[in-house]
């Protein structure tokens, strides 16, 4: 955190204020790095700039100093629940959010923040002790305990999923890769724990219909779509040698087709009087035997 304004500093925010009078300097003086203060905040309230100009400094604020009376400033200035409320939907860190009214946090559902500060009646109330209970074995990476008390958990929940995927793929605790996998809501956390699932060569314990797109960037993967006959991803990804094109037409036939046309395969477009992609390629005797047959 900056030290709190210094002479020079509070002088600064004076002399932006009165230059300018202008709302989006004001917030971007704080946007950019200028320490947050109540007194920076009565700087603002003396030279007359407005609840809508003192709140978005709040809300855009990236550095605060002073939490107590910071809290105590937005209190008096908005009344307790205007605060605290502008305090939640700002950028404070725990800090700040703990000096909150319990009665303010469960409206707004900031269930770790509750307990933290020991409000088990409330979260209790809410169903929400385990969650809590469970961010903080996260948190605190005691996955072994988490665990045994609980089947998943949520990606989102925690600041670096894939150390927690690395502890359950090194146990091998595969079911519940795949229960907690994200699939297509985070596919880049997706590619990165198939990506290490691989490194063990386990990519068909975790294979599965949601995974299919990205299945085909791995050896093993494309092994497992072919047992199930799931032929567009390996389309998709132009692992035309590895479809079975007859198979695949009995699902689509026109995505068939064009796979064999890639591969050149003449004699499939003629049995399935492909007509058009014939002609396109010339194969004009084929074309005929196609209408004739």
Same mark, same amino acid.
């Given at each position: 955190?900056?030290?709190?304004?210094?002479?020079?500093?509070?002088?600064?925010?004076?002399?932006?204020?009165?230059?300018?009078?202008?709302?989006?300097?004001?917030?971007?003086?704080? &946007?950019? +790095?200028?320490? *947050?203060?109540?007194?920076?905040?009565?700087?603002?309230? &003396?030279?007359?700039?407005?609840?809508?100009?003192?709140?978005?400094?709040?809300?855009?604020?990236?550095?605060?100093?002073?939490?107590?009376? *910071?809290?105590?400033?937005?209190? +008096?200035?908005?009344?307790?629940?205007?605060? $605290?409320?502008?305090?939640?939907?700002?950028?404070?860190?725990?800090?700040?959010?703990?000096?909150?009214?319990?009665?303010?946090?469960?409206?707004?559902?900031?269930? $770790?923040?509750? +307990?933290?500060?020991?409000?088990?009646?409330?979260?209790?109330?809410?169903?929400? *002790? $385990?969650? @809590?209970?469970?961010?903080?074995?996260?948190?605190? &990476?005691?996955?072994?305990?988490?665990?045994?008390?609980?089947?998943?958990?949520?990606?989102?929940?925690?600041?670096?999923?894939?150390?927690?995927?690395?502890?359950?793929?090194?146990?091998?605790?595969?079911?519940?890769?795949?229960? @907690?996998?994200?699939?297509?809501?985070?596919?880049?956390?997706?590619?990165?724990?198939?990506?290490?699932?691989?490194?063990?060569?386990?990519?068909?314990? =975790?294979?599965?219909?949601?995974?299919?797109?990205?299945?085909?960037?791995?050896?093993?993967?494309?092994?497992?779509?072919?047992?199930?006959?799931?032929?567009?991803?390996?389309?998709?990804?132009?692992?035309?040698?590895?479809?079975?094109?007859?198979?695949?037409?009995?699902?689509?036939?026109?995505?068939?087709? *064009?796979?064999?046309?890639?591969?050149?395969?003449?004699?499939?477009?003629?049995?399935?009087?492909?007509?058009?992609?014939?002609?396109?390629?010339?194969?004009?005797?084929?074309?005929?035997?196609?209408? =004739?047959?």
């Amino acid at each position: 955190m900056n030290k709190a304004l210094n002479e020079e500093s509070r002088k600064n925010v004076i002399n932006i204020v009165l230059q300018t009078r202008n709302h989006q300097n004001i917030v971007d003086l704080f &946007r950019d +790095g200028y320490c *947050l203060t109540a007194e920076a905040l009565e700087i603002l309230y &003396r030279l007359k700039m407005g609840k809508n100009t003192i709140t978005e400094c709040v809300r855009q604020c990236t550095v605060y100093e002073d939490s107590s009376n *910071l809290y105590n400033w937005l209190v +008096g200035y908005l009344g307790q629940n205007a605060a $605290e409320e502008l305090i939640i939907k700002s950028d404070f860190d725990d800090c700040m959010l703990e000096k909150i009214s319990p009665q303010t946090l469960e409206k707004c559902q900031e269930w $770790e923040i509750l +307990g933290k500060i020991g409000q088990n009646e409330i979260l209790e109330k809410n169903n929400k *002790l $385990e969650y @809590c209970e469970g961010k903080y074995l996260l948190e605190q &990476r005691h996955y072994d305990i988490f665990f045994q008390k609980f089947i998943y958990f949520n990606y989102a929940d925690v600041s670096d999923p894939v150390d927690v995927f690395e502890y359950l793929i090194a146990n091998q605790m595969w079911d519940v890769v795949k229960g @907690c996998i994200p699939y297509s809501q985070n596919e880049k956390l997706t590619q990165k724990v198939l990506d290490i699932v691989n490194e063990e060569g386990a990519i068909k314990q =975790v294979a599965d219909s949601k995974l299919a797109k990205y299945l085909p960037s791995y050896p093993e993967g494309v092994v497992w779509l072919k047992e199930k006959k799931f032929w567009q991803p390996l389309a998709t990804h132009k692992k035309f040698v590895e479809i079975d094109l007859e198979d695949y037409y009995t699902y689509d036939s026109y995505a068939a087709l *064009l796979v064999a046309e890639e591969l050149k395969k003449w004699d499939f477009l003629e049995k399935h009087k492909a007509y058009k992609l014939l002609l396109k390629h010339g194969k004009f005797i084929r074309f005929i035997r196609a209408l =004739v047959h």
